[in-house]
């Protein structure tokens, strides 16, 4: 069993929120950086060169935050609840965090792949013990955890209704959240309102639609920066971030800003 996996001590959900804000999440004498560290699947991920045009969301997460608030995105492709665990990968954010920072968690997309016992995970047992490890996890380190439901696929009925896609799986982190008073940031919502609004033709240009490819799953630049922004619009909105924390959100970003590093030794 993974260390991720041992039990952890638990700081109560009043004292990691005044944690948050509080002088105590800074150095003594002057600010320090607040870090948002992110857990989740290739939805999030930093991609590289070999596979761009593909975007994950996380990649644009820095052009709405204000200097001061910085981006560690552990996403990682293919990852699910249980295996990102049982690989041993919250080990290093637990290590790397310290009191203010943020742990944001997503998670979904292969915890339903039910045909795969290293990543499958049951909604309303499994999947929401795992969710727990990573609250608690953050707790410990004084840091505040956040949930965030997984953005919805593009898939549309024939009548161009925008389908859900993920099940069980946003209402169980749903109630994670809600039992464990954890901020939520209903992106599966929100996602799917937007896919909806901009219809089944409009939203090939925010997928890794290719001269090769149709990915209903993964985004190109225009829309990991659109799921960016909903995702920090919900930041603000759950007051998990100030207003003097958050820039641009109503603002184009331009999609050429987005650039894939030749590897992940190259971010170093």
């Not at 100030?242 to 800003?257: C, G, K, N, S, V």
Request: hydrophobic residues 45%.
């Amino acid at each position: 069993m993974s260390v991720g996996r041992r039990a952890v001590v638990t700081a109560g959900a009043g004292l990691a929120l005044a944690l948050a804000g509080s002088p105590a999440a800074r150095a003594q004498g002057h600010p320090r950086m607040r870090t948002l560290f992110i857990a989740g699947d290739s939805t999030a991920a930093q991609k590289y060169a070999d596979a761009a045009p593909e975007t994950g969301w996380g990649m644009a997460l820095p052009f709405f935050l204000h200097q001061g608030l910085t981006v560690a995105n552990h996403a990682v492709n293919g990852r699910s609840t249980k295996s990102f665990l049982d690989e041993g990968r919250l080990e290093p954010v637990l290590a790397a965090l310290r009191p203010g920072d943020l742990l944001l968690v997503q998670f979904g997309h292969n915890d339903e792949k039910a045909a795969d016992p290293a990543r499958y995970t049951e909604p309303w047992t499994t999947y929401q013990d795992n969710l727990r490890v990573f609250v608690e996890g953050a707790r410990s380190r004084g840091a505040l955890p956040v949930l965030a439901t997984p953005v919805e696929r593009r898939k549309f009925a024939v009548d161009g209704t925008a389908l859900r896609t993920h099940g069980a799986y946003p209402a169980a982190m749903r109630e994670v959240a809600r039992e464990s008073d954890v901020p939520l940031l209903d992106v599966e919502a929100l996602s799917l309102a937007l896919w909806q609004r901009l219809g089944p033709e409009a939203t090939k240009t925010y997928f890794n639609w290719t001269a090769t490819e149709q990915d209903n799953t993964h985004f190109n630049p225009p829309g990991a920066i659109e799921v960016a922004r909903l995702v920090t619009a919900e930041l603000l909105a759950t007051h998990v971030l100030a207003p003097r924390e958050t820039r641009r959100l109503h603002d184009e970003i331009d999609p050429a800003r987005i650039t894939w590093p030749a590897s992940e030794e190259s971010l170093a």
